[in-house]
């Protein structure tokens, strides 16, 4: 079979980095715009977003329907996770009349950060106001198609170029795609198929690194993980008390579940405080004034699933980081911990020898290494005995939630011997190895639609 070639000029995909999408109409020179594939043609009724329900509201959460968040996107096969990190309840939708729910097979387009990350839903899901819901007129495109030409050409140029965090339902429809019939569309994706097949084979196999820390965790300390989650789903009041404005009240809401008596009374055997392991008291950093190169920064956006990522990485002076040093400086083996705003209660570990700069997001923990390995503490806090202890240790004083140092000292640390230590940070190593290694046969073969893309638009 021979598919009919389209050339697309590269360099005229370029976008200006001093302008937005809106007033920058030669974005595309060739191509049609996403609006006219519309099902109605009506920006409005064919472009949909979400909500997110309060965080406030713990009647809102840990229900029964599933709610997006773009972390439940695997973007090695761009399509959703098994299981969604957040699930909300009857009464959430009942209560907030906005939410919406995208249908199966939906394509969904971020429109927020991870700009023209693109999936569809194999599943009905409620959807937040970072991505949208594209209704497509399926006789004149295949949604499979468009999702792949944004992920693998789209995508990359917002990340590279686009200076704007945010895309409106206008710019999305403004952006134009190759003008290749459908049937031809049809041709490209029937080239594509047998690969995303053989991929999703392989995505069958792929633990998330909680998944896998968990199931150590549990299984060396005999925790009845089961009964944990069944716990955590009962309510502890039968009136909306979350609603009342009173100081503290979600903690002790949080505090008094279940779920969390059967934590703290499990963690009392065995455990120390984490004040006890301290070389210093915890602190958290500094606001950077940003230089164009320099001493790196680790801000929230760089603590990802238990390790630092540099993909988008900011700047300060040398002088910077020698005047604040006592309190910015974060050093090999110091655990860090986003403890404000709303990506807050992520650790990491930071294990190269740079020395880096602390912005004020983030908490230092600087710990004696000699009591505690650090690969150890890192998996125990990526862990259910980390996160669910962070939940009842955050205060909600002033809006936003927080962990403050103060509470943080009384984090609970599991004091076994060194060796033990070692034994699960092996037998959790051993296992994340083997996922690493899927995932290398995954991106293998995603180049091969990554060719297929390219071949049919150049």
């Known amino acids: 079979m021979t598919l009919k070639q389209f050339t697309i000029d590269f360099q005229e995909l370029a976008i ?39 965080r406030f509201n713990e009647d809102y959460w840990n229900g029964d329907y599933d709610f997006l968040t773009m972390s439940d996107v695997d973007t090695l096969t761009f399509s959703l996770k098994e ?29 927020a950060m991870t700009l023209g990350l693109s999936f569809l839903t194999d599943r009905a899901i409620y959807i937040n106001q970072n991505v949208f819901e594209v209704n497509l007129d399926e006789k004149r495109t295949n949604k499979k198609f468009v999702l792949w030409y944004f992920n693998l050409i789209i995508r990359p140029l917002f990340q590279t170029t686009y200076t704007s965090k945010y895309l409106s339902k206008d710019e999305l429809g403004r952006i134009k795609i190759p003008f290749i019939p459908k049937f031809t569309q ?12 053989k991929i999703k084979q392989l ?3 792929i633990k998330e690194p909680q998944e896998i820390i968990n199931k150590v965790f549990a299984k060396e300390f005999q925790f009845d993980i089961e009964k944990f989650e069944e716990l955590k789903k009962e309510k502890f009041f039968g009136v909306d ?10 903690s002790t809401i949080i505090q008094n579940k279940k779920s969390s ?13 984490l004040k006890d392991i301290l070389l210093k008291p915890i ?5 950077p004034e940003y230089a164009e190169d320099g001493i790196k920064v680790i801000k929230t956006l760089n603590i990802q699933k238990g390790k630092i990522n540099f993909d988008e990485v900011q700047f300060v002076s040398e002088k910077s980081l020698k005047d604040n040093e006592k ?21 990491a570990l930071y294990d190269e020898e740079e020395t880096c700069f602390a912005d004020s997001h983030i908490s230092i923990i600087r710990f004696n290494r000699q009591k505690v390995l650090p690969y150890f503490l890192n998996y125990y806090c990526q862990s259910f005995f980390g996160n669910e202890q962070l939940k009842y240790i955050e205060m909600h004083i002033k809006g936003t939630p927080e962990i403050y140092e103060t509470q943080l000292n009384y984090f609970q640390i599991p004091y076994i011997p060194i060796a033990e230590q070692q034994k699960i940070v092996d037998e959790i190593k051993a296992e994340l190895d083997k996922q690493d290694e899927i995932k290398r046969k995954i991106e293998t073969e995603r180049s091969k639609i990554d060719e297929v893309i390219k071949k049919a638009v150049a």
């Open 16 to 54: 200006d980095p001093k302008v937005g999408l809106k007033d920058y109409s030669p974005l595309y020179k060739q191509g049609v715009r996403l609006k006219d594939f519309l099902l109605n043609k009506n920006i409005s009724t064919d472009i949909k977003s979400g909500r997110t329900p309060s």
């Open 83 to 111: 299981k969604c990190t957040d699930k909300i309840t009857d009464y959430a939708i009942e209560e907030e009349k906005t939410l919406h729910q995208a249908k199966e097979n939906s394509l969904i387009i971020s429109n």
């Open 186 to 197: 049809d041709q490209i994706v029937t080239q594509i198929e047998p690969i995303e097949k």
């Open 203 to 205: 995505k069958t196999t």
């Open 241 to 250: 008390i979350s609603a009342i404005n009173t100081l503290l009240i979600r």
């Open 261 to 273: 008596h059967y934590l703290k009374g499990f963690l009392k055997n065995s455990t120390v405080f």
């Open 283 to 287: 602190k958290r950093g500094k606001q």
């Open 327 to 347: 309190k910015v400086g974060i050093y090999q083996f110091d655990l860090l911990l986003t403890s404000t705003g709303m990506g807050r209660g992520k650790f």
